[in-house]
């Protein structure tokens, strides 16, 4: 079955909210880096087995990556402390769970 926005996906977290965008900017203004998009979701939808696990581990950890940008300009630019102390926690742990999905990775 096709994933696709506003599907619950697997652990039933709905993606209705969440907008699925490239990396590259558009009509209605700048994408996050790793966002995930249409077409993407449906090539994971579609993947099964090991081609699945590849895949999904290589999309969470670029999504992870926009995530720590995203947090590291908030640490860098962010004047709401509270606000830059989650940056600083969202930072670390995605970045954590950047290296162990690289891990994980590497022995597929």
Not at 19 to 32: L, Q
Not at 42 to 47: G, Q, S, V
Not at 83 to 91: E, G
Request: proline residues 6%.
């Amino acid at each position: 079955m096709p994933m696709t926005t506003g599907m619950p996906m697997s652990g039933g977290m709905n993606m209705s909210g969440m907008p699925m965008a490239t990396t590259t900017p558009t009509a209605s203004g700048p994408s996050m880096d790793g966002m995930m998009n249409a077409q993407d979701m449906a090539k994971l939808a579609a993947a099964s087995g090991r081609d699945f696990d590849r895949m999904f581990l290589t999309m969470m950890t670029a999504h992870h990556n926009g995530a720590v940008a995203m947090a590291t300009a908030e640490e860098r630019d962010g004047r709401y402390g509270p606000a830059r102390q989650l940056a600083t926690s969202i930072r670390t742990s995605q970045t954590a769970e950047i290296t162990e999905m690289n891990g994980l990775l590497a022995k597929i």
